[in-house]
C-alpha cells in the first residue's frame, strides 16, 4: 500500500525530485492510531501485517538527567530492576518476601553505616555486618525464581529483549510472535505496576562491572566521560548515565523506590506497537493491563539551566591508546526550530564518501581515517552539543585534524553550501526514512521517540519539512552563531609514550 | 507476494473487543493460534556465463537491493601479503573502474542517495546496491562494471593502506577486541589462513600487480550469486540483470575450496597482561563445529541452556546470583564450511578474575551431570521454534538464506531441517553432547587483565602461556 502511493508521488513529480517532505508519508500515517488512558498514559499503534509478528517499546521520559548528586546511576539501575518482575513474576510468596527484602535493607543500612566511620571503623563488627549482610541477601534469594521475566520472552519466542537508559529517556522492548501480544501487557504493565526490586543490591555489582566494561577499561568510554564533564558545568548531560562509582555503591532499595515513585507515573509512559496486530484488540489489553497503574503528578522538569560558555574548556586524556579528538560546541536542544539546520550542516560534512570531511581530512589530505560531525550528544531535550569527531591517520597529530576541522567550519560560514550537496541531504534524510519504515522494531522506536520528546509522533514525518525549507544562508548564519572558539570543549586522547605503557 | 500478504491479513482481522480481566500470572495465558508466515519464492535462474540469480518482488517499500555472494576471501590471500582480500575490495570500490572515477562515483551515489558497495572478508565478498527504485538504471551499471574492470588507481591503494595501518596501531586499544582476536588465533593457529592478521609488514609488501592478479583470480561470473528484491517486476528486473552482466565472460577457475583445519588441541593457560584495565575479559573455549555436523542441533540446545539468553544458567549463576559479570554468555558458533569457535564470555573486575574461571567452568561441567530441567530444555528450545516467524518477517531474510545456502552447498531446505532436528533434540542428546563437546579441563582459557590485581594467580590453574601483543614495526 505504502509503494503504492509513493509511486502514485514519483509519476507526478519526476525522477528527481522523488517524495516531497511529509506530505508523501500520508499513507502510513494514516495507518497509526494513538488514545490515551485515563491514567495519562499514551499508546501509538501501528499495523502492519508482513509476517505474524510485532515489537513493542515503552519509552519512559525520565533518564539521568532527572539525578541529583549522590543518586548518580539510579535511573539506569532501575531499568535493571525492572527486569526482576513484580509479585506476579520473578518470586514465589511476596507476603514474606517483602519482609526479607526489608532485613536485606537494614542489614546494608548497618554496614554502610559502620563503613563511613572510614578508619575509624572496628574491622569485626565490619566483618561481622559483612556475614549478616550475606545472610540477608540469601534468605531473601529463598524467594526468587532467577530471571523468569527473561524466561517468559523466551519461551514464548520472544526476539530483541532489552532496554536501555540514556540522559534523556529509558526504553525498553522487546518482539514477539504477534498471537502472545499479551504477553508484553502482562509483563510490561506489572513492572510499572508494581516492581519488586529483588536481588538489588547484587544488581548493583552487576551495573559496576557494566561501569569497568564501557568506561573505565575503555579509552572511548573515558574520552566521551572526560568531554561531557569539561563541556558542561551545571546541567546533568555532564554527567555519566551509569553514574559514579561512589553513588553506585551507596544506593539503597528505598533510594530507587522513591526515585520509581516520582518518575514512573503514566503520564509520563509512552507505550508503542508495531506489528501484525489488531487495533481495537491492543486497545483493550491497554486498558486491561496499564489501566490498573495509577495516576500520578507529571514531575518537574529540569531546573538547572547551562549557563553560556564563555571560555575554551581543553581536557587532554594521556592512555595506553591511539589518539582521536573530539570537539563539542553547545547548540540549541533538538527541538529547536534551527534543527533541521543542524542535520544540514551534518550532512554536508559527514554523510558519504563525497562529504566535506572525508573528503578533505580523509581523502586528499590523508591526516584522518574518519572524521565526522553530528547535533544533539548527549540529547535532544536539553540544549547538547554539535560534536566533530577526528581519528588522526598513523603518524598524524590531533593538532593537524583540529586546524582541518576549523578550516572546513570557517568555511561553512563563509561560503554559501551548493545546491547540490544540499539537494542530496535532503534526498538521503528521505530515503532513510523510507528504509527505517522496514522494521517494526526500530519504526516503533522513533515513533516512540518522537511522541516522546515533542508530544506528537508526526514530528517523526514532520522532521523532513524542516529539512527541506532549509537555505545556504542558514547553514552560515547557524555556523557563525555556534561554531566559536569560546563555546567549545576540545578533548583529546594522547597516547603514553612506549616505555610508560606496562 | 501479493496473495501470501493477503491471506496473512486473515489472521488479522477485526475483532471488536473489550477490555478483559488481567491474568494472575503469565502461565494463565492463553494465545490464539499463531499467524501464518508467508514465505516467498524467489525466481531463480542461471545466465549462459554460470553466474546464479535469485529474484523476489517486495513492494512495500519503493527501493531496490542487490546483493551479490563472492567466492572470495582472505582465506585463500598469500600469508606474506594478509591485508591484500580487504583491500582489493575497498579498492575496487574507491578506485572506481577503467571508464568510471572513484570520487565522480561517490559524488553520483551521494546525491541519489543510493549507496554500491564492495567488501571482502574471510570466506565471502559481497557486492551490493541499494538506491530508490527509478535509480537503478544507474547504480547496476556501476556494479557491474566495478565487478568486472576495477581501476585499482595507486592513490586509492594507498588510501586504503592507511586504513589498514590505523587498524593495525588501534587494535590494542579495545579490550574485548584483543581477546577476541587473540582467542581466535589461538583456536585455529596464530599462522594459519583462519588465525593469521595483517601486520605492516604484510601490507607494505602488497603492490598494485597483486591486486590485479587477485582480482583476475577470483572475480568471474561462475563464482557469484546475485539476490535481488524490491519495488520491480521479476521479467523487468530480470532483463536489466542479463543486460548488465551477460556479457561477462566466463573465467574457467574452479570454484575454490576452503583450507582445511587443523585439528591439533589448543587448550591452556593464556594471558595477556594489560596494565590500564580494571576488568578483565576471559574467554573460555574450543574449536566447534560446521553446521551441518549431525549434533549441531543438540550442541545448539546445549548451548541455549548453558550459555544464551537472559534465563541460561550463565545469566543466571554468573551475572545474577554470583554478580561477577556484566556480560556473561556462551555460543556455539558453526559455520557453513569449517568449524567455528565455541566461545564462553565473562567480564569481570582484576580481582575476581581466577572466581569468574572457575563459576563458568562449573556451569560448563554441570551440563554433563547435574539433570536438565524441562523447562529449560523446553526454553532453549522454543525460543527457537516458536520465534521462527522472525526467520520470515522481511522478504531479504527468506532470500538471503536461499542464496546463502546455494553457495555454500547447503539442502534449499536446510532451515526446515534444522526445526525439524531442534525439536527432536531429547535431555539425553544435550547431556551427551556436553560430556562429548564440554570437557572444560581441556580447553583453551585466554584472560586479558591486569594481573596484578588477580584474586588468585592465574599459575594456581595450571601452566599459563604469556601472549605477547606487542604491535611489530
Redesign the interface.
Known amino acids: 500500500m ?3 502511493v ?2 502514485l508521488l ?1 509519476v507526478l513529480t519526476g ?1 528527481i525530485s ?1 517524495i516531497r517532505g511529509a506530505e508523501s508519508f500520508q499513507e502510513i500515517q494514516s495507518r497509526i492510531t494513538t488514545f490515551t488512558l485515563k491514567n495519562g498514559m499514551t499508546f501509538i499503534v501501528m ?1 502492519r ?5 510485532a515489537s513493542f517499546v515503552v519509552y519512559a521520559d525520565v533518564g539521568s538527567v532527572q539525578e541529583v548528586k549522590g543518586i548518580t546511576g539510579i535511573a539506569h539501575i532501575f531499568e535493571h530492576i525492572a ?1 526482576k518482575g513484580s509479585p ?2 520473578g518470586g514465589k510468596n511476596y507476603e514474606e518476601e517483602r519482609l526479607a527484602l526489608d532485613r536485606v535493607d537494614q542489614a546494608f543500612f548497618a554496614l554502610r553505616d559502620e563503613r563511613h566511620k572510614g578508619t575509624k571503623a572496628d574491622a569485626a563488627k565490619l566483618k561481622e555486618l559483612e556475614s549478616a549482610f550475606q545472610a540477608a541477601q540469601e534468605g531473601a ?1 529463598k524467594f526468587v525464581i ?14 530483541d ?1 532489552n532496554a536501555g537508559t540514556a540522559w534523556d529517556s529509558t526504553r525498553y522492548f522487546f ?1 514477539l ?4 501480544a ?2 508484553w501487557f ?2 510490561e ?1 506489572e513492572h510499572y505496576l508494581h516492581p519488586v526490586m529483588r ?1 538489588f543490591y ?2 548493583k ?6 561501569r ?2 564501557r568506561t ?5 568510554g573515558k574520552l566521551l566521560e572526560e568531554a561531557l564533564h569539561a563541556a558542561y558545568k551545571a546541567h546533568p548531560y555532564g554527567e555519566p548515565v551509569v553514574g559514579h562509582m561512589s553513588d553506585l555503591q551507596e544506593i539503597t532499595r528505598p533510594d530507587a523506590e522513591s526515585f520509581f515513585k516520582k518518575y514512573y507515573v503514566p503520564a509520563n509512559l509512552t507505550g508503542v506497537i508495531v506489528g ?3 487495533t ?2 491492543i ?3 491497554a ?3 496499564f ?2 497503574i495509577p495516576a500520578g503528578p507529571k514531575p518537574e522538569p529540569v531546573r538547572t539551566v547551562e549557563p553560556p560558555q564563555d571560555a575554551e574548556h581543553r581536557v587532554t586524556l594521556r ?4 589518539r582521536l579528538i573530539l570537539m563539542a560546541y553547545h547548540k540549541p536542544d533538538g527541538l529547536h526550530p534551527d534543527n533541521g539546520v543542524y542535520r544540514a550542516i551534518s550532512g554536508v560534512l559527514s ?5 566535506r570531511l572525508y ?1 578533505t581530512l ?2 586528499d589530505q ?1 591526516i584522518a ?1 574518519q572524521a565526522f560531525g553530528f547535533p544533539d550528544l548527549p540529547g535532544k531535550k536539553y540544549p547538547g552539543l554539535f560534536t566533530f569527531v577526528a ?1 588522526p ?2 603518524g598524524h597529530e590531533n593538532a593537524e585534524c583540529e586546524k582541518a576541522l576549523e578550516t572546513e567550519i570557517e568555511r561553512l560560514k563563509n561560503e554559501p553550501v551548493s545546491a ?1 550537496e544540499l ?2 541531504v535532503k ?2 534524510a ?3 526514512l ?2 527505517g ?4 522494531l526500530s519504526l516503533a522506536n522513533s515513533l516512540a521517540e518522537w511522541q516522546g520528546l515533542t508530544g506528537d509522533w508526526r514530528n517523526l514525518f514532520r522532521q523532513l519539512d524542516q529539512l527541506e525549507a532549509v537555505k545556504p544562508a542558514d547553514i552560515q548564519r547557524v555556523a557563525k552563531q555556534i561554531f566559536t572558539a569560546t563555546n567549545r570543549t576540545i578533548a583529546t586522547i594522547e597516547p603514553l609514550p612506549a616505555e610508560e ?2 | 507476494m501479493r496473495k501470501l500478504l493477503s491471506s496473512a491479513l486473515v489472521f488479522a482481522s477485526v475483532v471488536f473487543a473489550q477490555p478483559g480481566k488481567p491474568v494472575a500470572s503469565f502461565k494463565d495465558l492463553k494465545f490464539p493460534a499463531p499467524g501464518r508466515i508467508p514465505v516467498p519464492e524467489p525466481v531463480r535462474f542461471q545466465l549462459p556465463n554460470g553466474m546464479i540469480l535469485m529474484l523476489v518482488e517486495d513492494h512495500e517499500l519503493p527501493t531496490i537491493n542487490v546483493n551479490a555472494m563472492i567466492r572470495v576471501g582472505s582465506l585463500w590471500e598469500p600469508a606474506g601479503k594478509a591485508g591484500l582480500a580487504v583491500i582489493a575490495g575497498t579498492v575496487m570500490r574507491t578506485g572506481g573502474s577503467v571508464t568510471r572515477n572513484g570520487d565522480q562515483l561517490d559524488r553520483e551515489l551521494d546525491r541519489l542517495a543510493a549507496s554500491v558497495e564492495i567488501g571482502i572478508g574471510g570466506d565471502l565478498g559481497t557486492a551490493s546496491i541499494f538506491c530508490l527504485k527509478e535509480d537503478i538504471d544507474k547504480a547496476l551499471p556501476i556494479l557491474a562494471d566495478l565487478l568486472q574492470h576495477p581501476a585499482f588507481p595507486q592513490d586509492k591503494i594507498e588510501l586504503s593502506k592507511i586504513e589498514q595501518r590505523d587498524n593495525i596501531a588501534r587494535r590494542n586499544d579495545d579490550p574485548q577486541g584483543i581477546a577476541g582476536r587473540e582467542f581466535n588465533r589461538v583456536l585455529y593457529g596464530k599462522d594459519t589462513p583462519y588465525g593469521r592478521v595483517a601486520e605492516n609488514a604484510t601490507i607494505n609488501a602488497i603492490t598494485r600487480d597483486d591486486l590485479v592478479a587477485f582480482h583476475k583470480q577470483f572475480f568471474q561470473p561462475e563464482s557469484v550469486i546475485v539476490a535481488a528484491w524490491g519495488d520491480f517486476k521479476v521479467a523487468e528486473m530480470r532483463a536489466k540483470l542479463e543486460q548488465a552482466f551477460a556479457s561477462w565472460p566466463r573465467g574457467g577457475r574452479p570454484w575454490h575450496k576452503v583450507p582445511a583445519v587443523e585439528s591439533a588441541n589448543r587448550g591452556g593457560l593464556y594471558l595477556i597482561d594489560k596494565s590500564d584495565v580494571n576488568q578483565s575479559s576471559v574467554m573460555l573455549g574450543r574449536l566447534a563445529s560446521r553446521s551441518d555436523d549431525p549434533d549441531y542441533c543438540a550442541l545448539t540446545v546445549m548451548n541455549g541452556i548453558l550459555g544464551d539468553g537472559f534465563a541460561s544458567r550463565l545469566f543466571s549463576q554468573v551475572r545474577s546470583e554470583q554478580a561477577l559479570a556484566y556480560a556473561v554468555w556462551s555460543n556455539w558458533s558453526a559455520e557453513y564450511e569449517f568449524p567455528g569457535v565455541f566461545t564462553a564470555f565473562g567480564g569481570t573486575k582484576s580481582e575476581s578474575t581466577v572466581k569468574i574461571i572457575k563459576a563458568i567452568r562449573h556451569e560448563m561441567d554441570r551440563l554433563a551431570t547435574d539433570p536438565i530441567g524441562d523447562e529449560e530444555l523446553a526454553r532453549a528450545k522454543d525460543s527457537i521454534l516458536k520465534g521462527m516467524a522472525f526467520e520470515f518477517d522481511a522478504i531479504s531474510k527468506t532470500l538471503g538464506r536461499l542464496a546463502t545456502y546455494e553457495f555454500h552447498g547447503y539442502p534449499r531446505d536446510f532451515l526446515q531441517r534444522y526445526q525439524d532436528g531442534i525439536r527432536a533434540v531429547t535431555k539425553a542428546d544435550v547431556v551427551r553432547v556436553a560430556k562429548q563437546y564440554l570437557k572444560s579441563d581441556q580447553f583453551a582459557v585466554l584472560v586479558l587483565g591486569k594481573e596484578k590485581d588477580f584474586d588468585a594467580p592465574l599459575s594456581s590453574l595450571g601452566k599459563v602461556t604469556r601472549i605477547d601483543i606487542t604491535i611489530p614495526k
Open positions: 505504502l509503494g503504492r509513493l509511486l514519483y525522477p522523488v499495523e501485517h508482513q509476517a505474524p509478528v527486569f506476579a513474576i534469594g532467577k530471571n523468569e521475566y527473561g524466561d517468559a520472552i523466551e519461551r514464548t519466542g520472544g526476539r529483549m518482539s510472535p504477534s498471537n502472545s499479551e504477553l502482562f509483563l504493565s536481588e547484587k544488581e555489582d552487576v551495573v559496576m562491572e557494566e569497568r566494561m573505565e577499561s575503555q579509552p572511548t501484525d496486530v489488531d481495537a484488540k486497545r483493550a489489553f486498558e486491561t493491563y489501566g490498573r592512555l595506553q591508546a591511539e554523510e558519504g564518501r563525497s562529504s573528503t580523509v581523502r590523508k581515517v581519528a591517520a598513523p547540490d539537494d542530496g534526498r538521503r528521505r530515503a532513510g523510507i528504509t519504515l522496514a522494521d517494526n605503557k606496562k
